[in-house]
Structures are given as C-alpha cells and as structure tokens.
C-alpha cells in the first residue's frame, strides 16, 4: 500500500559558491515512512535536512505541505544544547503533564531523576547524556515528520535500544540520516542514496541497499563492456571501410591504356561503390555517436578510502595493568575495583552506559587524568595515538594543508599521498576547516593520526560521522593492524569484527570479558540481564501481563491517531486513551 504523500519536494537546487550540493532533487515522503539518508561525507544530507526544517533556504525548488499545520522535528548531528536549555525546561518550558512524559523518556533512555540534578551536573553533561536530553524533548513534541541526524553517534547500548524500539511505534513519519548499518537494519524501510546532488530511493533497509546498488552496478557494468566491446568493433569497420574508399578514390580517378568508353565506365563503377562505401562509414559514424551520447554510461565506482596503519612496533608484551582503580568527583563514584591487563596485539572494545567514565579511563592511559584510587601502570615502551569523538577541536580557521605543513621530507610526501587517497585534493586541503563537514574532519584526524606510527590505537568511536563506505574500509584496514587497539563504540558491526575482547561496565566497574560482542549479549540476554526482562522480573506476573496489554494497546492507538485529523471527536477520544494508557502504565513501573 503506498502512504499517503505528507510533503513533496521538486527540483531544489542548492550551490554554496561554485560547489553544487543539490541539483534538482525531488522527493515524495508518505505518512509513517521510515526513511532511511544514506550518502559519502560533504554530499549534502545535512543540508537536505536543513532545507526541509526550515533552517536553509533553497536556491531553486519548492516544498510542499499536504497536511495542515504539518510539524517538523529535527534533532541536529552535534548536538550544541546548552545546560540553560534543559533546566529552564524542567523548570518553565513546559505544562507538567509534558514534563512528567519527559522525566518517563528520560528514564527509559538511562537518565534518572534529571528534576534533582544540580546545576553542575549539568555543566557536565557528556556528548551521549546531552543527546538523550535533546532526543526526549523532540520525542515528546509528537512531531509529524521527525528529521534524526545521526542520532545514534553518541548514545550508548541502551539508548540505541530503546530508540529502535520507539522508533517502531512512533506514529509520523521519521526520516534518518546515519551512518549505523545495524541501526538503519532495523529501523527504516527505505534508503535514499544523495549522490553527486542527485537522489536515488532503494525499497528495503541497508543491506538490501548494498546488495540491490552492487547488483545494478555489476548489470551496468556488463552492459557497458559489451557496449565498449560493440564500440571497438565499430571503430575497426569503420577504419577498414575508410581504407577501403581511400584505395576506390585512387582507382576512381585513375587514368589508364583502355580504350575510352571502357576507362570511362570503370570510372563510373568505382565511383559507384565508393559512394556505398563512403555512406557505410557515416552511418557506422553516427551509429558509435549514438552509442557514446544515447548508450549505457560507465557505472560510477564508489569512493575509496585508503587507510593504512602500517606494522605496529613489537617492543614489550604488557602495555597496562589496573589494580583496584577508581575514580570520583566529590560524592559521585565513577567507577572502583577496577582490574586488567591490556597485551600487546589485544583488540578490547570498550562498553557502558553514557556517563559511567569511559572516556575518563581513556584519559588515564593517556596519562591526562589521575585516578584517586589503586594503580595504573603503563609501559614506557607505550606510542599511544588516541582519536577523540570531539571534531570541534581542529582550528577552523586553519585549512588542511597548514595542519600537515610540519611534516617534512618524506613523510611530507606520505601525507599528501595519503590525503589525497582519503578523499581531500588540493582545492579540499585549501579550504578553511569551518568548510568541511563532520566526516571530512573525522577522516582527516584519522589520516594524521596513521601518519604518527604508534603502536596503541585508543579510538573513541571512530566511526562517527564516517559515512558507509569509510567505515567499511575502516573495518578492513583495522582487521590487518596488528598493534593493540581499544575502541569505543556504538557500532555493534565494527566490534562484532574488530573485537575478541571486551572491557565492560558492569556493577559500577570495568571488568575484563573474553569473547565477541555478539557472545557477550547472548550470554545476557540467557542470563536474563536484557533491560526488559529486568522490568518483568521486578513484578509480578500478572502486573507483567497487564503491562504487556498495555503497550500493545498503546501502540495500536499511536497508529490510529494517525487516521484523524486533530480535533475531530475520534482523535479526541483516542487521545484521552492514549493519555490514560501512559498513567497507567507510570503507575505500574513506579
């Protein structure tokens, strides 16, 4: 059944001086569409999205509203809300029924009693808390079309979870731009690939994307080869026929000992078939221009990225050893009892909710922060590189050659080789940082950080802002590094591959946990740790069928809303439903 068209976009053209972003681009987005934006870093995606808010107006083209009042939520790719607008939220931004819904996503999302949290804590907000914060007061707003930015770049397991599930029974229509291949798995059904300012729609989620784009690629592919092959053909007839009318021109003209009559009359024969001739090699002429302005184009390659770490140093088998860490600010204990050992040639991914000290513990290997107790011992033989997820820390007045103007000689030379492998030219590297987007600057830290030759990459998600492509090759090189490595990350496909250990937060410390990720969840969820179960377990089983009923109800009056114009009598009363259901549903979970 195809949804019912709530916005239709035609021919918008978007240019940012000389550089064209979006070049006629049209687009029909339906009621309750999960849309899935997919494209390579700096193709525009962003710029889409601001257009379609409201942010960003368009050279060219028009947007138009087939619902009333249409409302548009937008959660932006960084998230730069302030502590001020969380707080004078809480405090007078809303009606309290809004602020009690907001309390009761913020608490399934991971953060708890946010109304007694102190002016400081909210100072210190990390990226994934700030993220949470903001996707609540969007998700309450009840927008028709909700536009998500790389939602998931900062949120950790749980509030990946918990947004797909929502996502699932949100009633408007969401459309998503992520680079998160597990993510737009089980969320979207349709991909739109923004490529060169045009706009492609693939019916089904990423990989279906990947395998129907590879299938069409590999079909023009063998259409333009045997056209190639059907054009060289072409060529050699052509270049024989004009050997063939060169050799009749000479005999047409030729005089020879005949009598007249007879020379006259060879003349005229040649003459005849060189005419043929001459008109065989235009239409064979016409035919190959056919071919090259009518005929089937050489498929696009998609863009590769090289990254290539090199051979990691094999100095001294143990990099770092914890016994008994801990670390707190005032009253607030982080993480304590913390233990293990980190080898050379060990792969550990790093997990746990948003702010329980990941990146606090980073900085301790980093030697940046102390810890206030046990120990943490750290080889002197260590090179740590570490790859932040701040992208705001390169000088944005600054252009990218002036950032790789110190290395000298040779390695000056590696850079701009592999610089220009990762996608930045001279025109890119000329261009002031503040011009590039996220994934161009979190792939230009990646090119300076392999210029370094360590042998310990601490990488704090990597993968953020990287689009589909980089993240792959990212995957591949990665795969071949044999120095230590210890990432963080939301990217459940990147540890799955990279990793055969893990570094887990669990009962407020890190513990040591061999085997893959995908190993690891299977033992919770058999253990019965999932977040769901934790909720059942705490009832009793009646109160867990009541609270069954309940979210199946919910989500079935969450569709029908949809159905009704707002402030018809039916959309009234099921509202009054839906209202009852979440109370009552608060009730149960308190």
């Known amino acids: 059944?195809?949804?019912?068209?709530?916005?239709?976009?035609?021919?918008l053209n978007k240019s940012f001086g000389e550089r064209t972003i979006l070049s006629d681009v049209s687009l029909e987005i339906g009621a309750r569409e999960r849309i899935g934006l997919v494209g390579a870093n700096g193709a525009g995606k962003t710029t889409l999205a601001n257009i379609l808010f409201g942010n960003l107006q368009s050279d060219e083209g028009s947007?138009?509203?087939?619902?009333?009042?249409?409302?548009?939520?937008?959660l932006l790719q960084s998230c730069s809300y302030t502590a001020n607008s969380f707080q004078s939220m809480l405090l007078d931004g809303y009606k309290a029924e809004k602020v009690d819904e907001f309390l009761e996503v913020t608490s399934f999302i991971g953060l708890n009693k946010i109304k007694e949290w102190q002016e400081d804590r909210f100072d210190g907000l990390s990226g994934g808390e700030r993220t949470k914060l903001a996707l609540a007061k969007i998700w309450i707003s009840q927008p028709d079309i909700l536009i998500l930015d790389e939602p998931t770049n900062h949120l950790d397991f749980q509030g990946v979870e918990w947004l797909t599930k929502e996502m699932g029974k949100f009633s408007g229509t969401i459309l998503v731009i992520s680079h998160d291949r597990y993510f737009l798995d089980k969320?979207?059904?349709?991909?739109?690939?923004?490529?060169?300012?045009?706009?492609?729609?693939?019916?089904?989620?990423?990989?279906?994307?990947?395998?129907?784009?590879?299938?069409?690629?590999?079909?023009?592919?063998?259409?333009?080869?045997?056209?190639?092959?059907q054009s060289e053909k072409v060529q050699e007839e052509i270049a024989q026929?004009?050997?063939?009318?060169?050799?009749?021109?000479?005999?047409?003209?030729?005089?020879?000992?005949?009598?007249?009559?007879?020379?006259?009359?060879l003349r005229e024969h040649e003459r005849a078939k060189v005419k043929k001739l001459d008109k065989q090699?235009?239409?064979?002429?016409?035919?190959?221009?056919?071919?090259?302005?009518?005929?089937?184009?050489?498929?696009?390659?998609?863009?590769?990225?090289?990254?290539?770490?090199?051979?990691?140093?094999?100095?001294?088998?143990?990099?770092?050893?914890?016994?008994?860490l801990g670390k707190n600010y005032g009253d607030r204990w982080l993480f304590r009892n913390t233990e293990f050992a980190i080898q050379r040639g060990n792969r550990i991914g790093l997990i746990g909710?948003?702010?329980?000290?990941?990146?606090?513990?980073?900085?301790?290997?980093?030697?940046?922060?102390?810890?206030?107790?046990?120990?943490?011992?750290?080889?002197?033989?260590?090179?740590?590189?570490?790859?932040?997820?701040?992208?705001s820390d390169l000088p944005e007045e600054s252009t990218g050659l002036n950032l790789i103007s110190h290395f000298r000689g040779e390695i000056q030379t590696k850079a701009r080789i592999l610089m220009h492998n990762m996608g930045f030219d001279e025109a890119k590297l000329s261009r002031k940082i503040e011009k590039w987007s996220l994934g161009e600057r979190t792939r230009f830290k990646i090119g300076r950080m392999i210029l370094m030759e360590h042998n310990f990459l601490i990488l704090d998600e990597p993968t953020n802002h990287l689009d589909l492509q980089s993240r792959e090759q990212l995957e591949?090189?990665?795969?071949?590094?044999n120095g230590t490595m210890l990432i963080v990350s939301h990217d459940r496909y990147m540890l799955e591959k990279l990793c055969d250990q893990l570094l887990v937060f669990e009962n407020g410390k890190f513990k040591k946990v061999l085997g893959t990720f995908s190993e690891y969840m299977n033992r919770q969820l058999s253990e019965g740790n999932g977040s769901d179960e934790k909720v059942l377990s705490k009832k009793s089983r009646a109160e867990g069928e009541q609270l069954l009923v309940i979210e199946t109800r919910l989500t079935f009056v969450l569709g029908e809303l949809n159905k009704h114009t707002v402030g018809s009598p039916a959309y009234n009363e099921l509202d009054n439903e839906f209202k009852d259901l979440i109370r009552q549903k608060r009730e149960l979970l308190k």
Not at 307 to 316: C, E, L, N, V
Not at 354 to 369: A, P, S, V
């Open 1 to 11: 059944m195809v949804p019912l068209t709530i916005l239709r976009i035609r021919n």
């Open 63 to 74: 947007i138009m509203q087939m619902k009333q009042d249409l409302k548009i939520g937008y």
């Open 187 to 229: 969320t979207v059904n349709r991909i739109i690939e923004l490529d060169d300012g045009k706009l492609k729609s693939y019916a089904g989620n990423y990989m279906f994307y990947r395998e129907e784009k590879e299938r069409q690629y590999q079909s023009q592919l063998h259409l333009y080869q045997t056209q190639k092959k």
């Open 241 to 265: 026929l004009k050997t063939w009318t060169a050799a009749g021109h000479r005999l047409a003209g030729k005089q020879g000992t005949l009598s007249e009559n007879r020379q006259i009359g």
């Open 281 to 324: 090699v235009k239409n064979k002429i016409k035919r190959l221009e056919r071919m090259e302005t009518e005929g089937v184009e050489k498929p696009k390659q998609e863009q590769k990225v090289s990254f290539d770490f090199g051979s990691a140093s094999k100095r001294g088998k143990r990099l770092a050893e914890a016994k008994g």
């Open 353 to 391: 909710p948003n702010g329980c000290g990941k990146t606090t513990l980073i900085r301790m290997l980093l030697d940046q922060e102390r810890w206030t107790e046990g120990d943490l011992w750290i080889s002197p033989t260590v090179e740590v590189v570490y790859l932040s997820q701040d992208v």
């Open 476 to 481: 591949d090189t990665l795969a071949d590094y």
